[in-house]
């Protein structure tokens, strides 16, 4: 079994490992406060690259295909997973801050970064070339 990828926020830490099989990564989570360790991810295609904010833990997924990533987010209190990408290219290494939430994209044949803002519902804003407020 590998481990790898660790992140932390306050009392909980997030990493992806392959103990269901060598193609199966599943990302889990430990509470260091209560000590139980949970696997918050059930496909069985590989979830990767976790990243924690709070009560929200994004990462890239590839139930939707084999060869590239959707960003996902599962939600700690709710217990409700949602897609929170669905273009056809790549989009890799979410971070999460906040209510927000970025990751790599190539969706127009670049690798450029793109936002989410959880509160407002504004989805997939490309960063840096376009402005902020232009919705992509």
Same mark, same amino acid.
């Given at each position: 079994?590998? !481990? ?6 306050? #009392?909980?830490?997030? @990493? ?10 599943? +990302?889990? =989570?430990? $509470? ?13 295609? $590989? ?8 009560? !929200? ?9 084999? %060869?590239?990533?959707?960003?996902? =987010?599962? #939600?700690?209190?709710?217990? +409700? ?14 971070? &999460?801050?906040?209510? !927000? &939430?970025? @990751? ?5 044949? #670049? @690798? ?13 804003? !490309? &960063?840096?070339?376009? %402005? ?5």
């Amino acid at each position: 079994t590998e !481990k790898s990828h660790p992140e932390i926020y306050g #009392n909980k830490i997030v @990493w992806h490992d392959n103990r269901n099989g060598s193609s199966n990564w599943d +990302i889990y =989570m430990y $509470n260091l406060t209560t000590g139980i360790e949970s696997k918050i991810t059930t496909s069985t295609d $590989n979830q990767t690259y976790p990243n924690i904010y709070g009560d !929200k833990i994004v990462w890239q997924d590839y139930r939707n295909s084999t %060869s590239t990533a959707d960003i996902y =987010m599962y #939600n700690l209190t709710t217990g +409700i997973e949602s897609q929170i990408t669905t273009d056809t290219n790549n989009q890799y290494g979410p971070a &999460i801050y906040g209510n !927000k &939430i970025v @990751w790599h994209d190539n969706r127009n044949g #670049n @690798w450029d970064i793109y936002m989410d803002t959880l509160a407002t519902g504004t989805r997939a804003m !490309k &960063i840096g070339r376009a %402005s902020c407020r232009e919705r992509v």
